[in-house]
């Protein structure tokens, strides 16, 4: 693959030019050559690790962990024990994240299926939502991840 401008190199890995230009002043993509009117320069090894970037902050993951991945894959050697890692607490995270997602849900179906669909003073969604105390969703939930949830 000959050198790519940074347009061809976004059209070519699926990542935005600005995206492309923020992860070089993060340093998850080194700055690449510039040519003799200062124009980047990218080539092939540019794209796969875009694309690998992509891919990755497609699934969720975050800069550090994306960080400590491409590290990983720039020595291919060593064990995978810490790519491992690093996917199992992604895993983790979106484990939670589904349960907490089906609780949500649970409450929402009971709070609309609660309403009688009559008059405001004796709608089961607003009194739910009035009071904090009705919604099984927060019930046991600890009062600091609550807090936090609610902003309060």
Do not use: W
Not at 1 to 20: C, E, F, H, N, R
Not at 53 to 64: D, K, M, N, S
Not at 113 to 126: D, K, M, Q
């Amino acid at each position: 693959m000959p050198s790519l401008s940074i347009g061809a190199a976004a059209a070519a890995s699926g990542v935005k030019v600005p995206t492309i230009r923020y992860y070089e002043s993060i340093d998850l993509l080194p700055s690449p050559p510039r040519t003799g009117s200062n124009r980047r320069s990218y080539d092939a090894a540019d794209v796969r690790r875009l694309a690998f970037i992509r891919h990755a902050r497609e699934l969720g993951f975050e800069v550090e962990a994306i960080r400590a991945l491409l590290k990983l894959q720039d020595e291919p050697d060593q064990s995978c024990a810490a790519a491992d890692a690093i996917a199992r607490d992604r895993l983790a995270e979106v484990e939670h994240r589904i349960a907490s997602l089906e609780a949500l849900r649970a409450e929402l179906i009971r709070m609309v299926e609660g309403c009688s669909h009559g008059h405001v003073g004796r709608c089961r969604v607003i009194e739910i939502l009035a009071d904090h105390g009705e919604c099984r969703h927060h019930q046991g939930a600890e009062p600091v991840a609550l807090a936090a949830r609610t902003g309060s």
